[in-house]
């Protein structure tokens, strides 16, 4: 059975950081682009970022690039949302999701979410 | 970007009804096109893939059509399970999602 399990949220002043990580299991993340996607209370999702099965790309939505990096560890079978610079309105439950075999950014399988809350 | 909008934001229907949520596209993205069904407190779920693709389990009374800039998802007889809000996404270029469309018991 596919899962993804994300953690590592929680409530963290502004301007501070934190790492998300989902971990897989009954597959191999290693063929796959994984994503993170988020939602705001009582807001629609936002696609955030993805990375490629061999590390060599990856790619952010505008309101996160330069203070989100995304990143994998096949061998762990397990991503990574680093979070900087955190604002109010990055306020959010996070998930993890996984792209089609073929490539294609839509989502077969989501993880449960972790909520992060930016507030001082 | 590639901007996508929903049409209703909010649909009021009884169960048995026919309905019909749109998705148009800020430019052509093919039939890059993916509908997704969300409870509360819930991951989405995808329902739709391709524009018009059924994902494996998911009920036959869904079914997604179009492509370009114009796409719909219909609902031949909603059952009481169906009442959520509905995303639709596109994957052309990047990723991106509607504002969602709040699907509730008249």
């Known amino acids: 059975e596919v899962q993804l399990v994300e953690s590592g949220g929680g409530l963290v002043q502004p301007g501070g950081s934190l790492r998300l990580s989902c971990a897989a299991s009954g597959f191999t993340i290693g063929s796959y682009w994984m994503h993170w996607v988020r939602q705001a209370p009582g807001k629609g999702l936002v696609w955030l970022s993805r990375?490629?099965?061999?590390?060599?790309?990856?790619n952010y939505t505008d309101s996160v690039k330069g203070r989100f990096t995304i990143s994998r560890d096949n061998a762990k079978n397990t991503v990574y949302l680093q979070m900087n610079s955190l604002r109010a309105e990055d306020t959010a439950v996070y998930y993890c999701?996984?792209?089609?075999?073929?490539?294609?950014?839509?989502?077969?399988?989501w993880g449960q979410g972790t909520l992060v809350t930016v507030s001082s | 970007d590639i901007q996508m909008t929903q049409s209703p934001s909010t649909l009021s229907a009884s169960v048995g009804d026919r309905v019909t949520i749109t998705c148009r596209a800020s430019?052509?993205?093919?039939?890059?096109l993916a509908w997704y069904q969300q409870k509360p407190g819930k991951a989405p779920n995808l329902l739709i893939y391709?524009?018009?693709s059924l994902e494996t389990g998911v009920p036959s009374r869904f079914s997604g059509s179009g492509s370009g800039t114009e796409f719909a998802l219909t609902i031949s007889s909603l059952q009481p399970d169906d009442f959520a809000t509905y995303y639709c996404?596109?994957?052309?270029?990047?990723?991106?999602f509607g504002q969602g469309t709040k699907l509730e018991m008249k």
């Open positions: 430019q052509s993205i093919g039939s890059w």
């Open positions: 990375i490629n099965s061999d590390v060599t790309r990856t």
């Open positions: 391709k524009a018009s």
């Open positions: 999701v996984r792209a089609a075999l073929d490539g294609g950014s839509y989502f077969g399988y």
């Open positions: 996404q596109q994957y052309d270029y990047g990723a991106t």
